[in-house]
């Protein structure tokens, strides 16, 4: 029964860290998506990662590592989905040649900064995870 309560308490921990990691990824990502902010951005990005990482290390949710890089995977990518939808409405209203320019311009930048933002976010965790991780086994 013991154990029953422990992995109710570490999917509570899980859940609330995923839930408000990814929320605060969000609005990281929206300075980080921004082409003109995005090396600016990075290092809070990098930040929030090492923060994430060391949570899921410091409250021993080691069994819940991969499940994290794998649910905010899919929940980037949905993220990304969406956007993609909207960014080709915001296309298809273009007016004259050279607003349709500036406008695919301006998602597809957005697009390649999402994708490398996210790219950068799930590797700082897995890198920093498993170096603490190991150096705590040592």
């Given at each position: ?44 990005l990098v930040v929030l990662a ?27 990518g949905h993220v990304y989905r ?47 995870y498993v170096y603490l991780y ?5």
């Open positions: 029964m013991a154990w029953v309560l422990s992995f109710v308490y570490e999917l509570a921990l899980f859940s609330i860290l995923l839930i408000a990691g990814h929320v605060l990824l969000m609005h990281v990502f929206r300075l980080t998506t921004y082409h003109r902010y995005f090396l600016r951005a990075s290092p809070l090492g923060a994430i990482a060391f949570l899921l290390w410091y409250l021993g949710l080691d069994g819940f590592f991969i499940w994290y890089l794998v649910m905010e995977s899919l929940w980037l969406v956007n993609v939808r909207s960014a080709a409405a915001v296309v298809g209203t273009a007016e004259g040649e050279h607003d349709l320019a500036m406008r695919v311009r301006s998602t597809m930048s957005t697009a390649v900064c999402f994708v490398l933002s996210a790219i950068v976010f799930l590797l700082t965790i897995a890198v920093v190991n150096r705590a086994k040592l």
